[in-house]
């Protein structure tokens, strides 16, 4: 028996699809957010997606890239709760969710660059800062804890990030796009 035939341990299985998914989980957010209008409604579509990327994981062809198949679930998804949602049945009616996905895959080159040098203009962030960054992005934490966390008001929380997003910004804006091949 062909041992590239054999079918994969469940385990293996298991932690190859959340390598690819932990890799993916942040532009599948980004792209549901951009098809509804709540942060809580489109992490609850981002988590259905999972499973049902998990279902059909079996399905997953490796030798293409694991986000823009995810985002196709994610879509379907993000249908189905638009669907359920008939002061958002317009969006589905006059075309905009495909639009808006067809406009994005457009622009995923170019997104894509810029979140990468984004990425390096965190990495060049002094720690606090990052720190900042990464609390109120990631984690998602509320400006209140993070402000208690750092020992900072609300308002000073808000002013730092502030300036931390201009200085990404020109970061972002200043940096070369990495050549092909250069990691």
């Not at 934490?141 to 931390?164: M, P, V």
Request: net charge neutral; hydrophobic share 35%.
């Amino acid at each position: 028996m062909d041992p590239s035939s054999r079918p994969e341990d469940p385990a293996a299985a298991q932690q190859r699809f959340l390598s690819l998914f932990l890799r993916s989980e942040r532009e599948v957010f980004r792209y549901v957010s951009a098809l509804v209008p709540n942060v809580s409604d489109a992490e609850d579509i981002v988590q259905q997606t999972a499973v049902a990327l998990w279902e059909r994981f079996d399905a997953y062809d490796p030798a293409q890239p694991f986000t823009p198949w995810a985002c196709r679930f994610a879509l379907n998804k993000a249908r189905q709760w638009i669907e359920r949602h008939q002061r958002w049945r317009v969006l589905l009616d006059n075309g905009l969710a495909e639009e808006l996905a067809r406009r994005r895959e457009e622009l995923r080159p170019d997104i894509e660059s810029r979140l990468r040098r984004l990425e390096g203009c965190v990495g060049l962030l002094p720690d606090s800062q990052r720190n900042l960054v990464e609390g109120y992005y990631y984690r998602r934490e509320d400006i209140d804890g993070l402000a208690a966390r750092t020992g900072r008001t609300a308002a000073s929380t808000y002013k730092a990030l502030q300036r931390i997003r201009q200085t990404l910004q020109e970061c972002v804006e200043r940096t070369p796009e990495p050549e092909v091949g250069t990691p």
